[in-house]
């Protein structure tokens, strides 16, 4: 009997244990973007056990909800992309790459990942000034002086972000093993009234 409740709780353990698995599929992606409003970005498969599990034919990279690329993941390039948009002036910027097609070990497409890059605060423009000056005999003149531009680094992700939803919800599969253990629990309880009373 106890033989009987420790193969229904390891059942349920792994019927609980699946939908992690296909669900760890993911594109990363990260991003950085400089004082030109040029947004650079990075997409990565998540590191499976496989090359199988990390290889993927079409991956879609969209930027502040439109579509900008399609790639894909391979041995050949080590499982990653790059890929840049002119946004024309900095600004934060939505990036979301998505599956959209099966991974190469069977699993289902449509996992994606998001981050958002926020344009840098320490840029500085560019200004021209120009002196003007009386006329007097002779006239002099003053040529107008520009300040030189400035090179500032890049912004980037920010790290420590909550992890996206992934849009699967795991409280179907803890209601199936709920059920399975008080199923195993009505066994053991039943096989013990059985004892006593025979």
Not at 89 to 107: D, E, F, M, Y
């Amino acid at each position: 009997m106890q033989r009987r409740v420790f193969v229904i709780l390891v059942l349920a353990l792994c019927v609980a244990a699946i939908p992690r698995i296909a669900f760890a599929h993911f594109p990363e992606v990260q991003g950085t973007e400089d004082c030109n409003g040029h947004l650079s970005y990075t997409v990565t498969a998540w590191n499976g056990p496989t090359p199988e599990s990390r290889t993927n034919s079409d991956i879609g990279v969209e930027v502040n909800g439109q579509l900008v690329q399609h790639g894909a993941f391979s041995p050949e390039n080590n499982f990653q992309f790059t890929g840049s948009v002119e946004l024309g002036t900095p600004q934060t910027a939505h990036i979301k790459a998505t599956a959209l097609a099966s991974w190469g070990n069977g699993v289902a497409p449509g996992q994606s990942r998001s981050a958002t890059v926020k344009a840098p605060t320490n840029c500085e423009t560019t200004t021209t000034t120009e002196a003007t000056t009386t006329t007097v005999a002779p006239t002099t003149t003053v040529a107008p002086t520009t300040a030189p531009p400035s090179s500032v680094a890049p912004s980037t992700t920010t790290a420590g972000a909550p992890l996206p939803f992934t849009g699967k919800s795991t409280v179907p599969m803890l209601v199936v093993g709920l059920i399975l253990v008080a199923g195993g629990a009505t066994f053991v309880i039943s096989g013990r009234r059985r004892g006593l009373s025979g």
